[in-house]
Nanobody, 117 residues
Framework: QVQLVESGGGLVQAGGSLRLSCAASGRTFSYYRVGWFRQAPGKERERVATITWTTGSTFYADSVKGRFTMSRDYAKNTLYLQMNSLKSEDTAVYYC??????????WGQGTQVTVSS
């Protein structure tokens, strides 16, 4: 099955931008739904944005609509999450995840995003 490698987290000031990357290894993302989840300290994991790789059908959480955008690089088998106008409440560990079914069951190691106010 596909394996996920994330990168791109870091520390940024409020209003700034970051781009996260999720690269597939082992297999391509074809026939997968892929996306981003996040978990802040003391909070439950939240689905941020997901995309069906082959169709491009997307989901964005209301909290990130208009600020976060996913894009795909087919040649690199990589999913990106461009995060603009970052807020302190976006601070969390961000996980890339994938599934060929309903529930996301393949997870990356996570990358920390910290937004300072």
């Amino acid at each position: 099955q596909v394996q996920l490698v994330e990168s791109g987290g870091g520390l940024v000031q409020a209003g700034g931008s970051l781009r996260l990357s999720c690269a597939a290894s082992g297999r391509t993302f074809s026939y997968y739904r892929v996306g981003w989840f996040r978990q802040a300290p003391g909070k439950e994991r939240e689905r941020v944005a997901t995309i069906t790789w082959t169709t491009g059908s997307t989901f964005y959480a209301d909290s990130v609509k208009g600020r976060f955008t996913m894009s795909r690089d087919y040649a690199k088998n990589t999913l990106y999450l461009q995060m603009n106008s970052l807020k302190s409440e976006d601070t969390a560990v961000y996980y890339c995840a994938a599934t060929r079914g309903i529930n996301f069951d393949i997870w990356g190691q996570g990358t920390q995003v910290t937004v300072s106010s």
